[in-house]
């Protein structure tokens, strides 16, 4: 039979699988003088241990430490430390994942025995050999990491380069002065995972993508290009800061020439900045603009995209570097009274939040899977996501550029620290070219200090901070419960969850603040379960998600609300980690709409009739219930239609007017056989669905939506393994 129903209460079942071709690819991006490489391939990998240095391979015993003497790195930190019996892999890699489960293990991170309490399994040492010809002597050479989980340190050829302590913001640190050229090298990471940064699955190791950036001395900072729009009328201004850097010894006469291409690819405008002269070790921003008439602008119905080209010339216009922005052409504002503008047009948002991990590859996710999430997700109406609660990998954001969602970008920890300040900063400066960020948060849920003067006074600060890197955008911040500080000086306060909340109380107060939902509960649940089994981490749907509401309720609020920009559920996808209200054996959380997989729960139906134009009539629940015959089922159909009517076995139980904002509900006693619901609009039957009783599964059927050729070591291909009865 064609009805798909879950694996515990039915003879047929659906799960996933994800393969990818991990077959060593270095792609290059590269121009006369840059050269940009994809580093992922061919590290060897061990653990080590945090207090025992006979199990952390005699690091950092030595009498001089490399805190001591330069290049003295010792034990796997020595460039002639021999690995070859360690573990070959690829990029990125997440060793929690591929840990057992144990009740010793954390309650946040979903129980794995690795991190905090398992000390075989909390360092873990990365080593890569990689040459260096000759001919790159007088170039710059980087070693660029988008986020490595945690407090790592790294070490080129037993030079130690520094300590970088969050998992979320990336860092980069210059190889030149410590390389053999024209012979091999290595690198080195050690990462530490003993300490949570979060309270929620978190991975460890150096969970994304690193590369290796070659330049000429006088170069593009990295993030130093800046790209504004302001739309006027039927053209728009394209403002740019480019920072430039000197790292040579000699003065140099450069010329900076920027040319826009459209979203086709054809050349829009072309603008060449009178010569200057750049000093050694000098950092200079330097200032363009274009004017472009008829702009494509960016918008999640038409998300296009242009490309500025930059190229640093010398005095001869030889090349010494050149760089590509992609950028989106869109304006967006908050009003206190509306809710959200893009592009001078009203948009709610219908959003979800988003942890970094899906199933069995724990956080280290293959770029081509962050679209395929989103994809999932918009299928139900989703146009946007916050990045809960951390800065998310740049692969997430380059794909919600292409696809048109909406996002609110998150910093990690609040606070106005030097420390917690530059890491504001490095979100901003390698994210504010996005044109799907709308928003920067700079935190969340900080129970401490949001209630207070002093949460006022950090939020203030941060926000000062962001507006410096970036006039353009406004600031959030997450409160939950705690108002009367953050919530007084916040550009666009945000609220978790109306029970802790009063948004028209806020409103009144603060009439001129705007608002928006960041997290909102839903109906937590586990896919395809309907009775309550919590010895085996079954969750039946909850009428009141342990933060007080559901779907529908949340929903309602905010639809009714014109001066609240829309809202964000808790979560988009269920996660590992924080299986509230549950507890081992269970180790993932449940509220998400998609379950770990990327199949929706049936409750998820309801943002699909309500959030998109698409004929929507779905039934829940399964019509397998072999010992409860006789006995009541709640029938629910979530749909679009303007009355729903349901038959039972051929019989007719009545039809109903569908509330706005709303679903219906039968009970209907449990005979195995055939559960039809027909929608009607304007009086006319419009839509059928059929929901049976199923027999023993007797095959399986294997099926997938994408091509399964053309392995380039980035492609991934998602299979549906379905069980089927013999029908």
Request: proline residues 6%; glycine residues 10%; charged residues 20%.
């Amino acid at each position: 039979m064609a009805t798909p129903l879950p694996l515990m209460s039915s003879s047929r079942f659906w799960f996933h699988l994800v393969l990818t071709s991990l077959v060593g690819a270095c792609p290059v991006l590269s121009s006369a003088a840059r050269e940009h490489t994809l580093f992922d391939a061919n590290w060897r990998f061990a653990f080590g241990h945090p207090s025992d240095p006979t199990r952390d391979f005699g690091h950092a015993t030595g009498y001089f430490s490399y805190l001591a003497k330069a290049g003295f790195g010792d034990g796997p930190a020595a460039a002639n430390f021999d690995d070859r019996a360690w573990r070959q892999l690829d990029l990125p890699h997440d060793w929690a994942v591929e840990a057992p489960f144990s009740a010793q293990g954390s309650h946040s991170h979903g129980y794995k025995a690795a991190g905090k309490g398992f000390p075989d399994r909390a360092i873990g040492w990365y080593r890569k050999t990689f040459p260096v010809p000759e001919t790159d002597r007088g170039r710059r050479i980087s070693i660029e990491f988008e986020g490595v989980y945690r407090d790592s340190r790294v070490w080129v050829n037993g030079f130690y380069l520094g300590q970088h302590a969050s998992g979320y913001t990336g860092f980069h640190y210059d190889l030149t002065d410590y390389l053999n050229y024209g012979g091999d090298n290595v690198v080195v990471v050690r990462a530490d995972a003993t300490m949570e940064e979060g309270w929620f699955y978190e991975g460890a190791g150096i969970t994304r993508h690193v590369h290796l950036l070659k330049t000429h001395p006088v170069h593009v900072a990295p993030h130093g290009t800046y790209v504004t729009t302001n739309i006027e009328s039927d053209q728009a201004r394209v403002s740019i800061e480019t920072e430039l850097r000197h790292a040579g010894r000699e003065s140099e006469h450069v010329t900076l020439r920027h040319e826009l291409l459209d979203p086709a690819g054809q050349r829009a405008a072309t603008l060449t900045v009178p010569a200057l002269v750049l000093n050694p070790g000098e950092d200079r921003t330097v200032p363009a603009s274009f004017t472009v008439p008829a702009p494509a602008l960016w918008s999640p119905t038409t998300p296009q995209l242009y490309t500025l080209i930059t190229t640093v010339l010398d005095a001869d216009h030889t090349e010494l570097d050149r760089t590509e922005t992609p950028f989106g052409i869109r304006s967006v504002r908050f009003d206190a009274d509306q809710g959200f503008f893009l592009n001078g047009e009203r948009v709610q948002l219908k959003g979800v939040n988003l942890h970094q991990d899906h199933a069995g590859l724990g956080a280290a996710l293959p770029d081509a899977l962050f679209d395929y999430r989103l994809r999932r997700l918009m299928a139900f109406g989703i146009n946007a996501i916050r990045t809960g609660h951390r800065p998310p990998a740049p692969a997430l954001l380059e794909a919600c550029d292409r696809l048109g969602l909406l996002v609110i970008d998150e910093n990690r920890l609040m606070g106005s620290s030097p420390f917690h300040l530059d890491e504001l900063r490095r979100l901003i400066r390698r994210d504010r070219n996005h044109p799907s960020v709308i928003i920067w948060s700079v935190g969340n849920e900080e129970w401490a200090i949001e209630s207070n003067e002093l949460g006022a006074r950090i939020t203030q600060i941060m926000q000062d901070f962001a507006h410096r890197l970036d006039p353009t955008r406004r600031t959030t911040v997450a409160i939950s419960g705690g108002w009367g500080g953050s919530s007084t000086v916040a550009d666009v306060v945000g609220y978790n969850y109306i029970n802790q909340s009063n948004p028209d109380q806020q409103h009144a107060d603060f009439p001129h603040q705007p608002g928006i939902g960041t997290e909102e509960t839903t109906t937590q649940s586990t896919r395809g379960i309907f009775f309550d089994d919590h010895a085996r981490g079954h969750l039946a749907p909850l009428e009141r998600g342990d933060t007080g509401g559901n779907n529908e309720v949340g929903w309602k609020f905010y639809a009714a609300r014109p001066f609240l920009a829309g809202l964000f559920y808790w979560t988009g996808f269920d996660y590992r980690g924080e299986p509230t209200p549950l507890g081992w054996p269970a180790v993932a959380s449940q509220y998400g709409l998609l379950d770990l997989c990327g199949f929706p729960k049936d409750s998820t139906h309801y943002f699909k009739a309500w959030w998109t134009d698409e004929p929507t009539l779905h039934l829940a629940p399964h019509w397998n219930w072999p010992g409860r015959e006789g006995q009541p089922i709640e029938v629910i159909a979530y749909s679009n239609h303007q009355a729903v009517e349901l038959l039972h076995n051929g019989d007719s139980l009545g039809r109903r007017n569908m509330p706005l904002h709303g679903k219906l509900q039968w009970s209907v006693p449990y005979t195995p056989g055939r559960l039809e619901a027909r929608g009607y609009r304007e009086g006319k039957l419009v839509q059928t669905t059929v929901v049976e009783t199923t027999g023993p599964a007797s095959r399986l059927a294997l099926a997938t939506a994408q091509p399964t050729t053309g392995a380039n070591g980035t492609r991934i291909v998602v299979f549906t393994v379905s069980a089927l009865d013999g029908a």
